[in-house]
């Protein structure tokens, strides 16, 4: 019963919280003047402008997932499965742009590619012209999005290859050679990875707002973003939003149907084969060569860049000053979130794991359709909901922006959660139960302490989502209740390029530290 | 009579797993379930254990009905029964003397009652000097000593036990089997056995049921099921 119970509170603070504003507000849109009206809908679809931003939106999506998985697929076998030098080094570094919000990526390029960027001083004016021209359209929007989420494509490759069972390779390695083995074995083994990293790189770049409101690329993220900020029309922002939405179910539907029957365990935690490593050989220094020259394309210059433009103390001291308040927020509401995040994710996890509800579809498939949704979108939502007078307390406070981050990113918890219980026997559970212990004791005594590392893992991935998040926030933080990423998306405007790239460096450091502090506690322990 | 299984069947995703089973088990027998892979004679111990209820019949455990048509009405940690995983089911971050306390604190047996049941029970299975030990520190013996230390130390009425002895080679398991034999003579208590391995059935069971495909096909002593078979 207790079980039970607590099982339908977290659906029902989670649906409460995340999903109901999002119907409220579809809802809403249907009514004009208290009455019945598809007229929002009609004066929009008629619209050039609409094909245009569907157009963009599928194409920016559609691009970033190719060009993602084509060099993805290819730097995470060589980072998991061969012996290339200084392959963890090269892991690290690609994974930093993922830690971070994506616009910070965008700002460095603009620096660097602007028409008064490092590239128009070196090369002279017309040069700059030609950068910034390419920087500002499909291109520069698609070129930045891909360097920000390369590293999901990365880092999936590396985990699916890892759970590869090596006698399968070894198998096929006694009839052909390690590119066939890896081309026609290992590649097919690891294909729902793939899948997986491209559906979420796709629902990301839909969802993605900072990149192509800085680059000034029309999409629908935007487009909802400005309707609200700038006419405060919430009929024709929801509208707006709607095929958003449409196409996150649809993306969400193939996922359904051909992603979740095919999740492969190949081989069990802790089994005692190492993967077999493929030997690079001869090509270790042609491998090492391209592999540097991508590294730096995509992380390092950008990273100098924004190191160089800040080099100045009266630069760190004046960001400092600008945005104490908001980084301190930043970690406040981060960890807040994570923890909350935790919690959710627990739960939610348990019963997609455990399947014991019958909702247990229903409830996951709420909270991914609310990851996929643009955080502008989830805003939207949340305004229209708490911004009542019985109901400010929740609206003016930072209460808001937690609530926002339970909407948006309880996917996170919840599937990285999913994926720790199966490493719990049920019958370890079960061995509590028969013993006497009630759910509660099962769940502190046997199951949090068993799945601890799985917590704290989303705790940190959640974490960092929320640290770097400025969909969400930037549509419902209330006066004073800023966080950095949001902070330093409205200084862009009128601050000089110095302190915005100390604002960024600090940014870029308030989220690795934690990290770097969590592997040296973990080393020493170790 | 203890167990008392009543026309019992239970299906997965509408295939049949158990079809119209009925058995009676005396207070303090040995039975074993005897049978192939998939032949649910596990399913028949989880739902005597409460973990699945069954979809009819009815289950009745000392007296009292513990499932019904398709409801289960008593939950597994008041049933009174200790099980025996196949896969142990130890929990790893706890040590020997943690995992067997683990029962006791969980019904609220005092902690000086706790300390001489688990030293009781640890010197009846020779493992006192592991008592501090943490299930990984363990050989596969030790840790199948301690999994039947924790199931016995709760002073349950029927010890189920779920091929626990599958995993290990066959000296062992000799070695094992009579120290269960052992244990269960001197505490008089009742124990439901599966496994798919004769010899382990004959060496053990006071009666044999013998499965296939969801139903019990013969009932008898070993030397019943030795000439049958």
């Known amino acids: 019963m207790a079980k039970r119970l607590t099982l339908y509170i977290t659906i029902f603070l989670f649906v409460g919280i995340g999903f109901v504003p999002v119907i409220v507000m579809f809802l809403k849109s249907f009514f004009v003047d208290d009455g019945f009206s598809l007229?929002?809908?009609?004066?929009?679809?008629?619209?050039?402008?609409?094909?245009?931003?569907?157009?963009?939106?599928?194409?920016?999506?559609?691009?970033?997932?190719?060009?993602?998985?084509?060099?993805?697929?290819?730097?995470?076998?060589?980072?998991?499965?061969?012996?290339?030098?200084?392959?963890?080094?090269?892991?690290?570094?690609?994974?930093?742009?993922?830690?971070?919000?994506?616009y910070i990526l965008a700002i460095?390029?603009?620096?660097?590619?602007?028409?008064?960027?490092?590239?128009?001083?070196?090369?002279?004016?017309?040069?700059?012209?030609?950068?910034?021209?390419?920087?500002?359209?499909?291109?520069?929007?698609?070129?930045?999005?891909?360097?920000a989420l390369l590293p999901i494509v990365i880092i999936l490759t590396m985990t699916y290859l890892r759970m590869v069972n090596p006698d399968m390779e070894e198998a096929a390695l006694l009839h052909c050679s390690w590119p066939v083995a890896l081309r026609r074995?290992?590649?097919?083994?690891?294909?729902?990875?793939?899948?997986?990293?491209?559906?979420?790189?796709?629902?990301?770049?839909?969802?993605?707002?900072?990149?192509?409101?800085?680059?000034?690329?029309?999409?629908?993220?935007?487009?909802?973003?400005?309707?609200?900020?700038?006419?405060?029309?919430?009929?024709?922002?929801?509208?707006?939003?709607?095929?958003?939405?449409?196409?996150?179910?649809?993306?969400?539907?193939?996922?359904?149907?051909?992603?979740?029957?095919?999740?492969?365990?190949?081989?069990?935690?802790?089994?005692?084969?190492?993967?077999?490593?493929?030997?690079?050989?001869?090509?270790?220094?042609?491998?090492?060569v391209v592999v540097s020259i991508l590294v730096f394309i995509f992380v390092i210059a950008p990273l100098c860049v924004l190191l160089c433009k800040s080099l100045s103390p009266s630069a760190y001291s004046e960001a400092f000053i600008r945005s104490t308040g908001s980084i301190m927020r930043s970690l406040l509401y981060a960890s807040v979130g994570a923890t909350c995040l935790v919690i959710f994710g627990f739960f939610l996890g348990y019963i997609l794991d455990r399947k014991i509800l019958r909702f247990s579809y229903a409830a996951d498939s709420i909270a991914v359709f609310l990851f996929a949704l643009p955080g502008a979108v989830?805003?939207?939502?949340?305004?229209?909901?708490?911004?009542?007078?019985?109901?400010?307390?929740?609206?003016?406070?930072?209460?808001?922006?937690?609530?926002?981050?339970?909407?948006?990113?309880?996917?996170?918890?919840?599937?990285?959660?999913?994926?720790?219980?199966?490493?719990?026997?049920?019958?370890?559970?079960?061995?509590?139960?028969?013993?006497?212990?009630?759910?509660?004791?099962?769940?502190?005594?046997?199951?949090?302490?068993?799945?601890?590392?799985?917590?704290?893992?989303?705790?940190?991935?959640?974490?960092?989502?929320?640290?770097?998040?400025?969909?969400?926030?930037?549509?419902?933080?209330?006066?004073?209740?800023?966080?950095?990423?949001?902070?330093?998306?409205?200084?862009?405007?009128?601050?000089?390029?110095?302190?915005?790239?100390?604002?960024?460096?600090?940014?870029?450091?308030?989220?690795?530290?934690?990290?770097?502090?969590?592997?040296?506690?973990?080393?020493?322990i170790t | 009579m203890i167990v008392k299984v009543e026309n019992v069947s239970k299906a997965y995703y509408k295939i049949p797993v158990i079809r119209e089973m009925s058995l009676d088990i005396e207070r303090g027998e040995r039975i074993v379930i005897l049978g192939p892979s998939g032949c649910g004679k596990t399913t028949f111990l989880r739902m005597i254990a409460g973990f699945i209820p069954p979809d009819k019949g009815r289950l009745v455990i000392d007296g009292q009905t513990v499932a019904d048509n398709g409801k289960s009405i008593i939950a597994p940690e008041s049933r009174q029964v200790g099980m025996v995983f196949q896969d142990l089911a130890l929990w790893p971050h706890m040590t020997s003397y943690k995992?067997?306390?683990?029962?006791?604190?969980?019904?609220?047996?005092?902690?000086?009652?706790r300390k001489g049941r688990i030293d009781t029970i640890l010197e009846k299975i020779q493992m006192v000097q592991f008592k501090n030990a943490y299930p990984g520190e363990l050989s596969g013996g030790q840790q199948q000593r301690i999994a039947l230390a924790r199931a016995l130390v709760t002073h349950p009425k029927i010890l189920l036990m779920d091929e626990p002895l599958s995993s290990l080679d066959a000296d062992l398991r000799q070695v094992l089997l009579r120290e269960i034999l052992r244990l269960q003579e001197e505490l008089a208590i009742t124990m439901i056995y599966v496994t798919h391995d004769r010899e382990e059935a004959f060496s053990l069971a006071t009666r044999i049921v013998v499965m296939k495909e969801g139903k019990i096909q013969k009932t008898g002593t070993v030397s019943q099921i030795k000439e049958w078979l």
Not at chain 1, 59 to 84: N, R, Y
């Open chain 2, 99 to 113: 995992n067997i306390e683990f029962g006791l604190k969980a019904k609220r047996i005092p902690k000086t009652e």
């Open chain 1, 378 to 524: 989830i805003g939207i939502g949340l305004s229209g909901l708490w911004n009542t007078q019985g109901t400010n307390f929740i609206y003016t406070s930072m209460v808001i922006i937690i609530f926002g981050y339970i909407a948006q990113y309880t996917a996170l918890g919840e599937r990285v959660m999913a994926a720790t219980f199966p490493y719990v026997s049920r019958s370890m559970e079960e061995a509590a139960q028969i013993a006497g212990a009630g759910w509660y004791r099962r769940i502190f005594k046997v199951l949090v302490p068993l799945v601890k590392r799985g917590m704290i893992a989303t705790w940190l991935i959640c974490f960092i989502f929320c640290l770097r998040d400025v969909g969400i926030t930037m549509m419902v933080y209330p006066p004073g209740h800023d966080t950095l990423p949001v902070r330093t998306f409205t200084l862009m405007a009128n601050s000089p390029d110095n302190v915005i790239s100390a604002l960024c460096v600090i940014m870029i450091m308030i989220t690795l530290l934690p990290l770097c502090g969590l592997g040296l506690v973990k080393k020493y």
């Open chain 1, 108 to 147: 460095a390029w603009f620096y660097c590619l602007g028409r008064a960027g490092i590239v128009a001083c070196v090369l002279g004016e017309a040069t700059g012209i030609l950068t910034s021209n390419l920087l500002f359209s499909f291109a520069g929007t698609l070129f930045v999005m891909v360097s």
């Open chain 1, 185 to 288: 074995i290992t590649l097919p083994l690891i294909s729902p990875g793939i899948a997986l990293g491209a559906l979420i790189t796709f629902i990301l770049t839909l969802a993605e707002f900072g990149v192509p409101s800085f680059l000034r690329f029309d999409v629908y993220s935007v487009e909802s973003f400005t309707r609200l900020s700038a006419f405060y029309d919430f009929d024709s922002t929801t509208a707006a939003a709607v095929p958003l939405g449409v196409i996150t179910i649809v993306v969400l539907i193939i996922e359904r149907l051909f992603l979740r029957r095919k999740t492969f365990v190949f081989r069990t935690m802790g089994s005692e084969n190492e993967m077999v490593i493929v030997p690079l050989g001869e090509s270790k220094s042609y491998f090492l």
């Open chain 1, 39 to 102: 007229n929002t809908y009609g004066t929009l679809f008629q619209s050039n402008r609409e094909w245009k931003l569907l157009f963009n939106t599928l194409s920016l999506a559609g691009a970033t997932t190719f060009i993602t998985v084509l060099l993805g697929v290819p730097l995470g076998t060589l980072f998991a499965k061969t012996d290339l030098p200084l392959r963890r080094f090269f892991t690290v570094i690609f994974i930093i742009p993922l830690l971070i919000p994506s």
